[in-house]
T-cell receptor, first 111, second 115 residues
Framework: GENVEQHPSTLSVQEGDSAVIKCTYSDSASNYFPWYKQELGKGPQLIIDIRSNVGEKKDQRIAVTLNKTAKHFSLHITETQPEDSAVYFCAATYNFNKFYFGSGTKLNVKP | GAVVSQHPSWVICKSGTSVKIECRSLDFQATTMFWYRQFPKQSLMLMATSNEGSKATYEQGVEKDKFLINHASLTLSTLTVTSAHPEDSSFYIC???????????FGPGTRLTVL
């Protein structure tokens, strides 16, 4: 089955700096890669996603890049704000069936 | 947007009792719902996949007789933790996949504490 690894496990940045979280996956058949933000005591919220036929996608301060050859994808948050502090999960799936999640990154944005 | 609700949001029960958690898709029909378990500071672990009108498919290591899943309609799936024990205490999250077949919409989660 698919195996998703995520790094780093914790990330502390100064407000206004950029944050980058990286994930690798093992199954070359995976074709959908979402990123979720989870705040304490709440369910995951989709923040951005990318499909395998696209190399990059951007939504305001958030961007995701995908390298299919290397089987890795990354989340980029620019101009970080304290409200970006949360746990972020990447995931990979083939045709939106089972979602395989990374281990999570706790992002702390210091004001 | 697509909204998934869970009820209750938190529950405390005594060891040996059963607890039912509901997962509802409020504004769309969900052919498939997923149940996840999340321990503190850990990732989401898929427990089972349920399709409307059929038996759930459980992941390896998940006891189907302990975690009963019912998906009786296109908008409701239930997870019943039977004979709960303290080690069943966890955050249970459901997600639903719409008829379009893409994206999973997550519920807010249910915190279960077994005393």
């Amino acid at each position: 089955g698919e195996n998703v690894e995520q790094h780093p496990s914790t990330l502390s940045v100064q407000e206004g700096d950029s944050a980058v979280i990286k994930c690798t996956y093992s199954d070359s058949a995976s074709n959908y890669f979402p990123w979720y933000k989870q705040e304490l005591g709440k369910g995951p919220q989709l923040i951005i996603d990318i499909r395998s036929n696209v190399g990059e996608k951007k939504d305001q301060r958030i961007a995701v890049t995908l390298n299919k050859t290397a089987k890795h994808f990354s989340l980029h948050i620019t101009e970080t704000q304290p409200e970006d502090s949360a746990v972020y999960f990447c995931a990979a799936t083939y045709n939106f069936n089972k979602f395989y999640f990374g281990s999570g990154t706790k992002l702390n944005v210091k004001p | 947007g697509a909204v998934v609700s869970q009820h209750p949001s938190w529950v405390i029960c005594k060891s040996g009792t059963s607890v039912k958690i509901e997962c509802r898709s409020l504004d769309f029909q969900a052919t498939t719902m997923f149940w996840y378990r999340q321990f503190p500071k850990q990732s989401l672990m898929l427990m089972a996949t349920s399709n409307e009108g059929s038996k759930a498919t459980y992941e390896q290591g998940v006891e189907k007789d302990k975690f009963l899943i019912n998906h009786a309609s296109l908008t409701l799936s239930t997870l019943t933790v039977t004979s709960a024990h303290p080690e069943d205490s966890s955050f249970y999250i459901c997600s639903a996949k719409g008829l379009a077949g893409d994206e999973q919409f997550f519920g807010p989660g249910t915190r279960l504490t077994v005393l």
